[in-house]
């Protein structure tokens, strides 16, 4: 009798303990979860908007202008939403040069901060504008590399657009292959104008079976950030005169065409 009642005894005890032991566990699952709903769904986050600003100059040094926006980046989904509410403002935005210093201010989506416990700071900034290309003087400061690689691009351009040049004066008949072509003009055009970029400007004969078209390809923003911008190129059919025609007076219609805009230096 007095060894079932030990017995029994051991086993409310050892209930107790099981009991006891099971709310531990269930107290510090619950204090987890707590904390997790704490750290990503309450705890106030502090974001600073001027540090997560991108800014995208477009133009030279002495003639730029500026947009500022979010970064686009490795976020969260929440983060990134938040962000890209943001909107910001400059001033000066324009006409900008290297060390000047421009105004950056942003506002935001309250109810979007409030809803992802967002707390904004640095919603303003004083910015020193650096890194603007600079324009060359002068044909004979520009890099070999530089004239070369313009050479290559424009007559990749015109490669890849034969079937549309051709056609250029209504020729509805099936483009004829495209047998030869090469650059019989080139030059540099420097702006007299701080809106008009520099550009290189060349002419390339293109000859389709026995027939031979003339065609002009402008490259613009000639700087020394010493890149070729593909994306802006373009080209035009050269109406050349009969006159510069027979003699072949390239220079003549590449003056006729640009020179009340541009100082104008022909590459060798």
């Known amino acids: 009798m007095h060894n079932i009642l030990i017995r029994r005894l051991m086993m409310d005890k050892q209930k107790v303990e099981n009991k006891f032991i099971y709310f531990i566990s269930l107290l510090g699952m619950v204090m987890i979860l707590?904390?997790?709903?704490?750290?990503?769904?309450?705890?106030?986050?502090?974001?600073?908007?001027?540090?997560?600003?991108?800014?995208?100059?477009?133009?030279?040094n002495g003639n730029a202008s500026v947009v500022v926006s979010a970064k686009q980046g490795e976020l969260n989904q929440r983060m990134q939403d938040f962000l890209n509410s943001v909107?910001?403002?400059v001033s000066?935005?324009?006409?900008?040069s290297n060390g000047d210093t421009i105004h950056v201010t942003a506002t935001y989506d309250e109810a979007l901060a409030n809803q992802y416990h967002y707390k904004p700071k640095s919603i303003e900034a004083n910015v020193?504008?650096?890194?603007?290309?600079?324009?060359?003087?002068?044909?004979?400061?520009?890099p070999k590399t530089l004239i070369q690689d313009g050479r290559n691009a424009a007559l990749?351009?015109?490669?890849?657009?034969?079937?549309a040049i051709y056609k250029l004066d209504g020729k509805e008949e099936k483009t004829p292959s495209l047998d030869k072509m090469k650059i019989v003009y080139s030059a540099y055009l420097k702006s007299n104008q701080k809106k008009n970029s520099d550009r290189f400007v060349y002419i390339v004969q293109m000859t389709y079976d026995s027939e031979v078209l003339y065609y002009m390809v402008c490259i613009p923003n000639i700087n020394?950030?010493?890149?070729?911008d593909t994306h802006n190129i373009y080209g035009e059919k050269a109406y050349l005169t009969q006159e510069e025609l027979d003699g072949?007076?390239?220079?003549?219609?590449?003056?006729?065409?640009?020179?009340?805009?541009?100082?104008?230096?022909?590459?060798?």
């Open 34 to 60: 707590v904390l997790i709903a704490y750290f990503f769904f309450l705890r106030n986050v502090e974001v600073d908007i001027m540090d997560n600003a991108q800014y995208t100059y477009v133009g030279e």
């Open 87 to 89: 909107k910001y403002e």
């Open 92 to 96: 000066p935005s324009s006409d900008l």
């Open 128 to 142: 020193v504008v650096e890194g603007l290309a600079n324009r060359y003087l002068a044909l004979q400061d520009i």
């Open 156 to 163: 990749d351009y015109v490669k890849e657009n034969q079937d």
């Open 224 to 228: 020394d950030s010493n890149e070729i």
């Open 248 to 268: 072949k007076d390239f220079n003549g219609y590449v003056d006729r065409v640009y020179s009340s805009k541009y100082q104008i230096e022909q590459k060798k």
